[in-house]
C-alpha cells in the first residue's frame, strides 16, 4: 500500500520560497502519476500541479504557472514542488497525491484522478 508524506510547509514572508517534498514509502513511484492539491480555509481542494509518470509532461493551475515548479527524483522516490514567489493567497494545507497508471506522459490536475493521499503540510504566507 503506498504511503505519501509531505513536509516542507511553514511561514514565509510574501516573495518568498518554499521547496514541498512529497516523500513515499510502501512501493516505488515509478508507477505513479503524482498531483499538488491544496485547500484554503473555507475554499474546496483545487488543483495545483502534476507531473506524469515519467517526468515528461508537468502541468500547472494558471494562478501558480511560472512561480511553481514540480519535480520527481524516482531514485529518492520523492516528489518536489518548488513554490516561489510566494503570494498571501497561495495560503493552505498543500497535499500530494498519486494514481497508479501505465500511461508515460499524461497528468491531470483534478482531485478524481488520484486514489492516494497525504496528510498535508500547512504553508502560510503572510508579513
Known amino acids: 500500500q503506498l504511503q505519501l508524506v509531505e513536509s516542507g510547509g511553514g511561514l ?3 516573495g518568498g520560497s518554499l521547496r514541498l517534498s512529497c516523500a513515499a514509502s510502501g512501493s516505488t513511484l515509478d508507477y505513479y502519476r503524482i498531483g499538488w492539491f491544496r485547500q484554503a480555509p473555507g475554499k474546496e481542494r483545487e488543483g495545483v500541479s502534476c507531473i506524469s509518470k515519467s517526468g515528461g509532461t508537468r502541468n500547472y493551475a494558471d494562478s501558480v504557472k511560472g512561480r511553481f515548479t514540480i519535480s520527481r527524483d524516482n531514485t529518492k ?3 518536489y514542488l518548488q513554490m516561489n514567489s510566494l503570494k498571501p493567497e497561495d495560503t493552505a494545507i498543500y497535499y500530494c497525491a498519486a494514481s497508479r497508471t501505465t500511461v508515460q506522459n499524461i497528468c491531470v490536475i483534478w482531485r478524481g484522478k488520484y486514489d492516494y493521499w497525504g496528510q498535508g503540510t500547512q504553508v502560510t504566507v503572510s508579513s
Open 12 to 14: 514565509v514572508q510574501p
Open 77 to 79: 522516490n520523492t516528489v
